[in-house]
């Protein structure tokens, strides 16, 4: 016949679930390049460990047994606050300002039981124990949720949930002390079941370690390695399957841009490359997609625009190009732009189409002179008709 565990074992179970768990923490932080906040989780998850056995050892030695308990209380809550500051740090991977002020928390907690007479009592130190932990934990855990708004990542609320239960389970043991007569559920039956909940707060911390990597690789693969604007391969897929009537393409291209390798050498045309992307880039609107198309060639979309707008927000972009003066070894070299602008003036039409018109409207103002935003129109590409002397240009 199986017997439950008793509460003295159950302790044990509980306090090595935290060293384990703390180990999980250092064996990530060693794997990872991630090291922002790991090594607290692992000090915090430590110093609660210890905690109850000084309790213990206070119990085999007369005369100190209360004050070695109340520095098992401060070790705990100083782990705690650990706790909340590594949570934080993984979080949003970076330092916040005054966060160290938590671990007053703590000494002003120990300092009054200690002055009050109050920590001989373990029934007071215990119910001030565990309210403060849940509020560390509840923090934590409302850090952890809230930030996903910054880094969506699925494992956040997973982890941002595990932490609150343990913060959960913390307060009952807190009611159950204060109120045994309306107490849920046991004190042991608590402390069991938050050793599962350490394991999973080390396997949720692992696995936002992870997504986080992943995501980061995604991110790389979607990125120009020389510009740091979206590459051709991410802007296709942000594309529709179908355009809208009033979508427009915009296809880019730097003038002469061969003449500035060659003059000045391909790390100057490189930082000409740089700035002008940039330059792009922080024209567009947030729902339109700007990506390197290859080479000096630059692609545009703008959902939803109409003629006027496109022609309008694209050769702006083009005229503060036109504007930069690039320093070059001692001179101040000027980058113009081509562009050619499509719209889709029917139902539906495909990206390749649109893509393919833009193409021939940027051709046409290379043929013209360069450093002019040219408009498809049909009747100036048809099959008899001169694009090279018919278009017409905008702007």
Known sequence: ???PLDLPTVLLLHK?????????????????RESVGLGFLAIGFF??????TLVSVGKAFQGFEYVLALAGNFAGLVGYSLFWIGMCRISTQARKRR??????????????????????????RTCVFQITAASLLFAAAYTVYTD???????????LAGT???????????????LFPDITFVSARNAFFVSIVCHFAIAVFVLALVKERAEEGLRRLAD??????????????????????????????DIDHFKRINDGFGHLAGDEVLVRVARELSQRIRPNDSFARFGGEEFILFMPATGLEDAVSLADRARQSVSAIRHPIEDQKVVATLSMGLAVCEEKHCTPHALMKLADMALYASKASGRDRLTLYRPEDFSADSSATTRVRHAG
């Open 148 to 158: 996903r708004l910054i880094e969506p990542l699925p494992v956040r609320k997973a």
């Open 16 to 32: 090595l679930s935290f060293f384990v768990a703390a180990l999980c923490f250092l064996y990530v932080r060693s794997q990872s």
């Open 1 to 3: 016949m199986l017997h």
């Open 99 to 124: 966060e160290w002020l938590v671990l007053l928390l703590p000494v002003s907690v120990c300092a009054g039981l200690f002055f009050s007479g109050l920590y001989v009592s373990m029934q007071v």
């Open 223 to 252: 990125l120009d390695v020389l510009t740091g604007v979206p590459n051709r391969r991410s802007f296709s897929l942000r594309l529709p399957e179908q355009m809208r009537q009033g979508d427009a393409i915009v296809m880019i």
């Open 163 to 177: 932490i609150a239960f343990a913060a959960f389970l913390s307060a009952l043991v807190f009611v159950g002390i």
């Open 47 to 52: 110093l609660v460990a210890m905690s109850s």
